[in-house]
């Protein structure tokens, strides 16, 4: 069992950057493929970016590709995304998540493959 926590939330002007941190607990972290997903009012939850369970691998959905960066330190058992360039669409609460498969599996990107998620961030974006 692992419990994830998200932190770094907040509300950030149109074109400001904030970084999100999920802390785990109950397992080493280094032993998931971890995720990030968010989902904003009135819409379905989807995938934001997803990181290998030894860093080397990333993957990013196409609407934060280059102003989004994940990243991981097994050694904190933490997961980042830091969040550059940011837009008012990027409102949403953000979760993280934590998929036992191996990254070669291919099925980062679905919310159904993950095994563990924390309770969300807030992120608000303002224009």
């Known amino acids: 069992q692992v419990q994830l926590v998200e932190s770094g939330g907040g509300l950030v002007q149109a074109g400001g950057s904030l970084r999100l941190s999920c802390a785990a607990s109950?397992?080493?972290?280094?032993?998931?493929?971890m995720g990030w997903f968010r989902q904003a009012p009135g819409k379905e939850r989807e995938f934001v970016a997803a990181?290998?369970?030894?860093?080397?691998?990333?993957y990013y959905a196409d609407s934060v590709k280059g102003r989004f960066t994940i990243s991981r330190d097994n050694a904190k058992n933490t997961v980042y995304l830091q969040m550059n360039s940011l837009k008012p669409e990027d409102t949403a609460v953000y979760y993280c998540?934590?998929?036992?498969?191996?990254?070669?599996?291919?099925?980062?990107?679905?919310?159904?493959?993950?095994?563990?998620w924390g309770q969300g961030t807030q992120v608000t974006v303002s224009s």
């Open positions: 109950g397992r080493a972290l280094s032993s998931y493929t």
């Open positions: 998540a934590a998929d036992r498969s191996s990254w070669y599996s291919g099925s980062y990107g679905r919310q159904n493959a993950y095994d563990y």
């Open positions: 990181i290998s369970m030894g860093g080397g691998s990333t």
